[in-house]
Nanobody, 118 residues
């Protein structure tokens, strides 16, 4: 079973930037979609961004224009570059892997914590 590992946690001020990474030791990412989710305390997990095997990305309305999702097959890595961070971006961020039928694969990793303060 694939074990996703997120990294890049940090605390930044509003307007700052942060880049998160996701890998999977011993597992090669295929060409199906991948994504990032986040969960703020007391809230449900929400989808932040997804990217398909052709590199086409889609974003949640709240992060459109500020976040960029990217995948690097040569490094077997998924990243989320976040700019102009807002307090409401605070939360635990998780990467996700989809099957080519669009279903989430495997279980959630530990996540990586992002804190945005004023």
């Amino acid at each position: 079973q694939v074990h996703l590992v997120e990294s890049g946690r940090g605390q930044v001020q509003t307007g700052g930037s942060l880049t998160l990474s996701c890998g999977a030791p011993g597992y090669i990412f295929g060409s199906c979609s991948m994504g990032w989710f986040r969960q703020a305390e007391g809230n449900e997990r929400e989808k932040v961004a997804t990217i398909n095997g052709d590199g086409e990305a889609s974003y949640g309305d709240s992060v459109q224009g500020r976040f960029t999702i990217a995948r690097d097959p040569t490094k077997n890595n998924l990243t989320l570059h976040m700019t102009n961070l807002k307090i409401e971006d605070t939360g635990m961020y998780y990467c996700a892997l989809y099957s080519c039928h669009g279903e989430l694969v495997g279980s959630w990793g530990q996540g990586t914590l992002v804190i945005v303060s004023s």
